[in-house]
């Protein structure tokens, strides 16, 4: 072997000793688009993490479920075949049963109502029921106010509803209310709800404006009616383990870039909800935006009257009257 070819044989090793000590690569996905407001937040969270390890971890994005649907990809975090995921609280039930009481249909004022209470004491508390389960909940994100969409009529109350079929998440809390507005529910992963929109498996779903443009679900469906019905949580959670093996300061800044990442995400619901309306009748929609929120509200006292048994009446005010 010549000197040069020596050289540069060492030159090569040690790049790539010093290449494979520099760098861990992970992988967080979402459900929706990388145009979306999950799509920023993890873009961001990716970002962020580079720039606060100085490069040592390269967080790896993936779009649109192709790594899994939420349920798909939460079960891999637990199990650390995935290290992160940005999901909805949706299918979150069956692994931290805790978070239910969030996903309770006008628990929620506004937006700002629910990002204080998921920011402060009660939602940091929540985050904390994670590591038992396998999980580090290293910040809360969201989709926004929920809002209904079908393909057969101008729903403006909730007596329109009734026989609708509606595509729901997989989430008992979702299902049990949505129930009681007498909509008949089919729940299902959410990379399926386009074809099954097209096909007429189901009439209709329901998703904060972010998602419906996203996705877009004006392509399949005519009617929106501004019901925000519930907020819908996002969460952004990794693997315990992976988290755990992680320095102190890494630890910071995975946190840190977690929040980063929501904030950038809520600044993009913000703007979805600002321009969304517009940009949906422009698609062809009609949208209702005058409904008439008492009598959603009223439609649901049974169900309610059983939330306040399983939730306890004192928790559900606390996040009601929280200020
Ligand atoms: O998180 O399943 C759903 O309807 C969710 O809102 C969607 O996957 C985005």
Not at 9 to 34: D, E, H, K
Not at 126 to 139: E, M, P, R, S, V
Not at 179 to 185: C, D
Request: proline content about 3%; charged content about 25%; aromatic content about 8%.
């Amino acid at each position: 072997m010549k000197l040069s070819q020596l050289a540069l044989g060492a030159v090569l090793s040690l790049g790539l000793m010093a290449g494979a000590a520099a760098q861990t690569t992970m992988r967080i996905n979402i459900s929706t688009a990388q145009n979306s407001h999950q799509g920023v937040g993890i873009d961001t969270f990716a970002r962020e993490v580079e720039k606060r390890t100085n490069g040592r971890y390269k967080i790896q994005t993936f779009y649109n479920a192709s790594l899994g649907s939420e349920r798909e990809s939460i079960e891999a975090v637990q199990l650390g075949t995935q290290e992160l995921t940005l999901t909805s609280t949706g299918p979150v039930p069956n692994f931290v049963p805790e978070t239910k009481i969030l996903d309770v249909p006008f628990l929620f004022r506004d937006k700002a109502h629910a990002r204080a209470v998921l920011d402060g004491p009660i939602g940091q508390e929540l985050l904390t029921k994670f590591d038992a389960k396998g999980f580090k909940a290293l910040a809360w994100a969201e989709n926004g106010f929920r809002h209904m969409t079908n393909s057969k009529r101008d729903v403006k109350a909730p007596e329109d509803l009734k026989g609708l079929k509606m595509r729901t998440m997989e989430n008992p809390v979702h299902i049990a209310a949505y129930k009681g507005f007498g909509i008949v529910t089919t729940p299902m992963a959410f990379a399926e709800v386009f074809t099954a929109l097209q096909q007429g498996t189901v009439d209709g779903q329901e998703n904060p404006l972010s998602v419906i443009i996203s996705a877009n679900f004006a392509q399949v469906q005519k009617h929106l009616s501004l019901t925000g019905h519930v907020y819908s949580p996002c969460l952004i959670l990794m693997n315990k383990a992976a988290f755990e093996k992680l320095s102190a300061a890494d630890k910071q800044a995975f946190i840190d870039s977690a929040r980063e990442a929501a904030k950038a995400n809520r600044a993009r619901v913000d703007e979805d909800d600002a321009k969304g309306v517009a940009d949906l009748r422009a698609k062809g929609m009609t949208v209702i935006d005058n409904v008439d929120k008492s009598k959603f509200v009223a439609a649901l006292a049974p169900v309610n009257a059983e939330f306040e048994k399983q939730f306890g009446k004192a928790n559900l005010e606390k996040i009601r009257n929280f200020k």
